[in-house]
């Protein structure tokens, strides 16, 4: 068990990194606590899979250090940093049975072999696999397959982190569910730090305690899913999470008010008691990292924009018209596209609420309105722990 | 269900490939079946023999003799080029520029016409002239391929391995490629040695490619021919005198037809049992 600190990480997978772009990773900075449940949600390609490889020892960093509880780890081999790591597709020894398999990493170590098989059948009863020990590994289904790489990791006890790169991926949906109750379960037993790497919004904020959002090589909020929803810290993490995404809408700032599009758009601050201390000094603002992202994709126009999710958007007389185009009904709400001028938005919309059917008018909820400057928040400022 | 026709009309689409599977492989076989039972002295006048030629060939001291020489010179070759060529697929780069001239230097043995890699070791190896048998002569060890049956045999299987080889390690290349990053890297978070590496990921996962080579290897050495028939033309004596060059020397060159189809066919029967049998147990092992 250990605390896991990255210090100024950058990796290339180049030999002489020049621009922006050669960088898998920009410059990470991060501390996972011990035991913590963590999940890290990107889209494909933002460099989730490095930053993994890069704590467990497959990848040296180009720069920076990686630290378990302190102490400088960076030069050392996976064997010796005391990590496991699931991988997307399950990895199993063929040639030997489940306890052979779960049996591995212990053998590798020379544990005494009474030792090895009381320890196989204690973790083989934890992960409902008791009754496969003498099957061949290759023989079993893909989710028992991930529980016996899961298993390898969980059969040492000396385990400092167990990672999990996008494990679900081959496992049939109705089994994704059972699984990540075990990965839950099995993570209160043992209080082990587990990471798991997905860009599956779902999976991610269904595990984690703490969710890590990277972006293009750069990390871009670490939250609770709460705050990830309620406040995101960047345009791109109010794209990628949530469903449908958050409304980025272009404005400009009049006092304590957001104007868009020639209306007058009221921005409160959060009514919870730790937004208080928010933003509380350009010192503490300054030491947030506010890494450079492209500008292609969700993030990283310039400018100013108003941020509202679609959950915090209503029919109301005393706001502004716009115009409804589309109306979907998805069960127990229906999300409603609506324009106004060239600008598109949408809406969610309880099952009971009307829509109305003449000179639609809406309102954003002003405690959940942002603004953001050149994709990142600034309006009302955000809450540091 | 609903009704169903059956009706055989199906049978005429697959008559084309009848016909030329016919042409190509039944015919030409029921001949060398139709010889194997009969004497003849010329003039295409034929006479029914029975088993005769089947008994003559299986008492046969000659025949035994080219037999147990087969299966050594086979259970030789396999036992160098299959460790062999694992081994060299194991030290060739999996990714790089170096990847490509690796690839063309192990096809180019392949790519030699037959006769030519014999008539290629036969000068190479000649103890008067050739760049091999010289050197090796001027070490001071006796070295005549011609004369000496030991000399004979090791030019034979080293001139086999240096062209065949390459084809095991392109096979075994091809099946270490295969291989996930994951598995090696997973490897690595386990603690797995080299060689732990080696008997649980790598082995197992060239297991398919690696019955493949031994099944080629196994059916083209055993019907060895061109390569020593060239070098050493059997000799000395009848040292080198492999199963199909036998074949040879009784149907063209004592124009012993009967005899001769007989003994086809028993070494083609020979061939085709074991590799059934090696087939079959491979897959067995691979349900299990």
């Not at chain 1, 899979?49 to 630290?67: A, D, E, K, Y």
């Not at chain 1, 997307?88 to 398999?101: A, C, L, R, S």
């Not at chain 1, 007389?317 to 949408?346: N, P, Q, W």
């Not at chain 1, 942002?370 to 928040?377: F, T």
Request: hydrophobic share 45%; glycine share 8%.
């Amino acid at each position: 068990m250990a605390r896991i600190t990255l210090e100024q990480i950058r990796h290339s997978y180049l030999s002489a990194p020049s621009g922006d772009a050669d960088w898998a990773l920009k410059q990470i900075d991060l501390e996972w606590a011990d035991g913590g449940a963590y999940a890290l949600l990107g889209p494909s390609g933002c460099g989730k899979t490095t930053l993994l490889n890069i704590i467990s020892g497959l990848v040296r960093p180009s720069r920076g250090q990686v630290r378990f509880d302190g102490a400088d780890v960076t030069g050392l081999d996976p064997v010796d940093r005391h990590v496991a790591q699931v991988f997307q597709f399950p990895v199993i020894y063929d040639t030997m049975t489940v306890h052979g398999n779960l049996a591995f990493p212990l053998r590798n170590r020379a544990m005494p072999p009474d030792a090895v098989d009381a320890r196989v059948r204690e973790v083989a009863g934890m992960l409902d696999l008791q009754d496969k020990l003498s099957r061949r590994a290759s023989r079993l289904t893909a989710d028992e397959k991930q529980k016996i790489s899961l298993g390898r990791g969980l059969v040492r006890s000396d385990v400092n982190v167990i990672m999990f790169d996008e494990p679900l991926t081959v496992i049939d949906p109705h089994m994704k569910w059972v699984l990540r109750s075990k990965l839950k379960e099995l993570h209160r037993e043992f209080g082990v730090t587990m990471i798991y790497v997905t860009h599956d919004q779902t999976e991610a904020l269904t595990f984690a305690d703490t969710v890590v959002v990277m972006y293009d090589g750069a990390v871009v909020q670490v939250g609770t899913p709460v705050e990830l929803f309620e406040r995101p810290r960047h345009t791109f993490v109010g794209h990628f999470i949530g469903s449908p995404g958050m409304n980025v809408l272009p404005c400009t700032v009049d006092g304590a008010e957001a104007v868009f599009d020639g209306v007058p758009i009221p921005i409160a601050g959060d009514d919870d008691s730790d937004s208080d201390d928010a933003g509380s000094g350009p010192a503490r603002a300054a030491r947030v990292a506010r890494p450079r992202l492209s500008p292609s994709g969700a993030g990283g126009t310039s400018g100013l924009e108003l941020g509202v999710r679609p959950e915090f958007v209503c029919f109301s007389d005393d706001g502004f018209a716009v115009e409804v185009t589309k109306v979907d009904d998805v069960g127990r709400y229906r999300i409603v596209d609506i324009r106004r001028g060239s600008h598109l938005m949408k809406m969610v919309v309880g099952e009971n609420d009307t829509i109305p059917s003449e000179n639609p008018r809406i309102r954003f909820d002003p405690a959940h309105t942002r603004v953001y400057a050149d994709g990142w928040l600034v309006a009302p400022r955000e809450a540091e722990r | 269900m609903s009704t169903r026709t059956v009706n055989h009309r199906a049978w005429w689409l697959v008559a084309p490939v009848v016909v030329l599977v016919a042409f190509n492989a039944l015919i030409p076989m029921m001949t060398v079946v139709n010889y194997s039972f009969q004497e003849t002295f010329g003039d295409n006048v034929f006479f029914f023999e029975g088993f005769k030629w089947y008994e003559q060939v299986l008492t046969s001291e000659r025949f035994h003799a080219s037999f147990v020489r087969q299966i050594i010179f086979t259970g030789v070759i396999l036992a160098i080029e299959i460790p062999l060529g694992v081994a060299i697929a194991l030290t060739m780069p999996r990714r790089g520029p170096w990847v490509s001239v690796c690839l063309v230097l192990m096809a180019l043995p392949l790519l030699i016409p037959w006769n030519v890699v014999g008539a290629m070791w036969n000068i190479f190896a000649l103890p008067e002239i050739g760049l091999l048998g010289r050197t090796v002569n001027a070490m001071g060890i006796a070295y005549n391929f011609t004369q000496d049956p030991a000399s004979a045999w090791i030019t034979t299987v080293v001139m086999d391995v240096w062209h065949w080889t390459s084809l095991v390690v392109l096979l075994a290349y091809a099946g270490l490629c295969s291989i996930p990053d994951a598995y090696y890297q997973a490897a690595k978070i386990d603690g797995a040695s080299a060689w732990a590496v080696f008997r649980h990921i790598e082995l197992p996962k060239m297991k398919r490619v690696l019955t493949i080579a031994i099944l080629l290897r196994f059916m083209d050495s055993f019907m060895i021919y061109t390569e020593p028939f060239v070098l050493t033309g059997g000799g000395p004596g009848n040292t080198t005198t492999f199963l199909s060059i036998d074949l040879v020397k009784a149907a063209l060159g004592q124009f012993d037809l009967g005899p001769a189809a007989a003994m086809s066919l028993v070494y083609f029967l020979i061939v085709l049992l074991v590799c059934y049998v090696f087939f079959t147990a491979v897959m067995r092992g691979e349900e299990r």
